[in-house]
């Protein structure tokens, strides 16, 4: 149940993800950043490379706090002030709305380590797995429902500049949603310890993987085991590489379905609706 909260929240960025994108380009004045284009680049740029040290304090911090439901709170409390502050006059300025969203995505990080100790703490070793799944498969549900809401409210009649004011006050809303669920449902783990539990479990198999190595080979008998223990470097780097890839097509394909293609705003969302559905497919029959 703890989990429900992350849902509503995923709403909100589903709807986010094709609506943000959009919202830029109609800026009337983006010349400050070069053009409404520019100015996209710009604020997702400056976006990624504040929350990659933004993301190693949030860690630190919950570690060492050894709290982790504030954090998630604050992830949520903060996006939906955040998003709320969009709809104001002010925010109507291209350099403040980037300058807002900058900080809206490093407080939105909060909440990702804090959730992966959560799981991690909840659950033994054995059910790690399937628990994430299920944390995955349910946000990737609420973002589904999110890309669902923005095919629905941009296919009435009202204009984009009517509807983008609801979509901000819905994004905000859900939320608070969030934050209010999670307040009741998330806990802190009683006992930090499972973490720690496998990382004893791994020096003890390589130690005894050692022992058992030397031993047979002085007794000059085969032996078909590796020592080698797997890289964090390696997989970290695949994992920027991943996310590199994925930014630079995802971010600004709204603008061009919209734009270049000349789709209704009502049909990005569907695109990407049906996109998300297609890499669920291939996920779940991998």
């Known amino acids: 149940m703890w989990r429900l909260g992350f849902f509503f929240h995923e709403i909100a960025f589903g709807l986010l993800s094709v609506f943000i994108p959009l919202y830029v380009v109609t800026f009337q004045d983006t010349s400050l950043l070069g053009g409404p284009l520019v100015a996209l680049g710009v604020m997702t740029s ?51 709305f980037v300058v807002l969203y900058v900080i809206m995505q490093m407080f939105h990080v909060a909440h990702e380590a804090p959730k992966n100790v959560l799981i991690a703490e909840h659950y033994s070793r054995d059910q790690w797995e399937g628990s994430y799944a299920f944390y995955e498969g349910l946000t990737e549900i609420g973002f589904l429902v999110g890309l669902a809401i923005g095919l629905l409210a941009f296919a009435s009649s009202l204009s984009f500049s009517v509807i983008a004011v609801y979509t901000l006050y819905l994004c905000s809303g859900l939320s608070l949603v969030a934050f209010l669920v999670s307040a009741f449902l998330v806990a802190d783990p009683l006992m930090i310890f499972e973490r720690r539990l496998v990382g004893i479990e791994r020096k003890i198999d390589f130690t005894y993987r050692g022992v058992e190595a030397s031993t047979r080979l002085m007794d000059g008998l085969p032996w078909n085991g590796k020592l080698k223990q797997e890289s964090f470097m390696g997989f970290a780097i695949a994992i920027v590489l ?21 789709l209704s705003t009502s ?13 669920g497919w291939i996920l779940l029959h991998r």
């Open 267 to 279: 049909m990005v969302y569907g695109v990407h609706l049906e996109l998300c559905r297609g890499y």
């Open 46 to 96: 400056i976006a990624v490379f504040c929350t990659i040290p933004a993301s190693f304090i949030w860690g630190y911090l919950c570690d060492s706090t050894r709290h982790y439901k504030v954090f998630i709170l604050l992830s949520f409390l903060s996006s939906a002030l955040l998003l709320f502050l969009f709809t104001l006059p002010f925010a109507q300025n291209i350099v403040v």
């Open 242 to 262: 991943f996310s590199l890839a994925s930014s630079i097509f995802f971010t600004p394909l709204p603008v061009f379905l919209h734009t270049e293609l000349q």
